[in-house]
């Protein structure tokens, strides 16, 4: 091993010879490099698995136990309770018998654990981003002895963070922290999957003045079981060979999709990734179902975010079993950094929106020396004869190919965005200082806000329209002497424990079945309808509206279930290459022969109708569609475009799908003058703002109900929309038919 093994603590190099460890991973040693012998922030990124929490917790451990702090050493900020929790563990055992504690804390946390950590505030503290909001706000006065010798802080996950409130809500956090204590912790940040690492580095300064290391993880080698299949529902040939070759009842229970799912899931420790909640629910039921038509024994398990704590943590467990043959359906929510173990195969329901969600589904898998293992499955109505053109192609299965061919080639992963004007927050964070400080004037409090570092691009004009609207709507209250307090209405919200999360939350009715919590749906059913949750079925037997409770009885059968949610964004250049999979003849050697077929008869209705050569094409008498080949931001800003000038153009009735196409009725004029006309009115420029009409009030973040609508609009038309982009693809248009 490398002389940075002799540095650390003897605790560690025990525990490195205990675990068997040839040697330290590069990027522990250069990680290693940076903490010891330098001052700089560090930005780790490598793949899932790589050790990056050891690569920063190894040395920062060794260092505070050489010097022990006089408070709180390191802070460490998780965006999840279960990867805090895993971590914990896995620290505890690090640390027993050395003398040095690590606390964990989060809602879930004893009183008596959080006791202790504040009356012996030493080691190191694990946190969610909502616990130490709630810090700040609630121990105001005892801050400073909590932290008063602060010394690293530690965010892991940040790729899920940087363009998020929840992630401008931690660079709040720390300046307020570092103003209170009087310095600034050295940061270093965590993630398996960034691409353009320096605005990562940037969001990670947080504004200060100080050089990041960024140690390169080197080149990573592709060595990936891959495979891609396609299947129609109606058809119930695993093979997709037509009707007359039936496949027994029996056999084939459901569609040769979800067969085809249990049987490469069944032999192997499998996580199955949906890209909701509710498919999650829906393929749980389904597995479960084909289970007991075979005989087999119930191994499926399940994990998201609307399931009790009790629920999720016994999904893990059995993850973790090493012995235990399982199954495990999840979302978004076994996607991040938790140690699950040794998993011999992931399967993808659908595609996947980016490469870096890709990426982090596909690390899941093929720990301890194997290759990461996945299999992607796709299944779509069999379209009927007079099925319109931009229906009949497979759009997922394109953009899993262009996805997984971005990296291949290009090693391309989207850039993190950053939120110019995140007004929600801003709005969070008047509150939260205002209740932990007192009486303040609105020059102070604006001195105060607007040099945190997510409102830089805020102007004083805009927060006083703010501060205005939060007075008139008695979230503030404007005393004798010209200060600001919080008002009645922010008195009741900063009196919930819901005021922490910037991120949104739905009023959920809890369901209890017997003494077991199961987990929240948003919308309560009447007493004796059903409903899915947990992967089973439910029977309402009596519903608590005052309380929001639902008490339940388990029956048998399979149902659907629906939550309110955002799927996410589409990158541009993931569009762009969905075009180009459809111009080009390779088979790539992923693809299952059903998904080749599939592929080539999508190729084939490309080429026969023009749509890759024109972008704007004739579906048949008034009836068009454009394929712009945009991602969402842009795309939405090409929609609202048409939408405007619709009358001008000569265009109505605009119908969308994602972010892929969009159909409209032409009675006058053909599709060669539509794109000059495009380019020409596009050529003056497009203004966002524009495109945001006056009376609209765009809703997406937790507290925007509560922001004036105007500044709203503006948020919306800046973070929102990609005019750039637009303008540079509909001259790309115009020049189609030169």
Known sequence: MSGVFERFSPFIRDFIYRSGWNELHPIQVEAAKVIFDTDHDLLLTSSTASGKTEAALFPIISLLYDKPPASFGALYIAPLKSLINDQFSRIDELLDMTGMPVYHWHGDVSVSHKTKALEEPSGLLQITPESLESMLMNRSNDVIRLFSDLRFVVIDEIHTLISTDRGNQILCLLARLERLIGHSPRRIGLSATLGDTLPAAEWLKGGRQVEVAIPSPGDPKLRWRLGLEHFYIQNENADQTPAEKKASEAAYAFDAGYEYIYDCAKPKKTLIFSNSREETEYITSTLRQIARLRGDPDIFNIHHGNLSAAIRE??????????????????????????????????????????????????????RGDPPEMMMIFREEDPLPNTPLPQLIPWSLLKAIAIIQLYIEERFIEPPSRRKLPFSLLFQQTLSVLASSGELTPKALASRLLTLPPFEEVSKEQYKELLVSMVRGDFLEMTEEKGLIVGIKGEKLINSFKFYAVFKDSEDFTVRHEADEIGTITTPPPVGDRFALAGRVWEVEELDVRRRLIFVKQVEGKMEISWPGDYGEVHTRILERMKQVLAEGTVYPYLKPNAVHRLQAARALAANTGMLENSVVCLGGYT????????????????RFLAQNAGEFGIHSLEFEGCYYLSFKMEKGNGRLLKQRLAEKASFGIDPFRLVGGSEAPVFEKYDPNVPASLLREAYALDKLNTAELELRLEQIAREDT
């Open 314 to 367: 016994e999904a893990e467990a059995k993850l973790k079993d090493e012995e235990m043959q399982n199954v495990t359906c999840a979302t978004v929510t076994l996607e991040l950094g938790i140690d699950i173990g040794r998993l011999e195969r992931i399967i993808q329901q659908e595609s996947p929106n980016s490469v870096s969600s890709f990426l982090q589904r596909l690390g899941r898998s093929g720990r």
């Open 624 to 639: 068009w569609c454009a394929f712009p080949w945009l991602g969402t931001r842009a795309f939405r800003a090409f929609r």
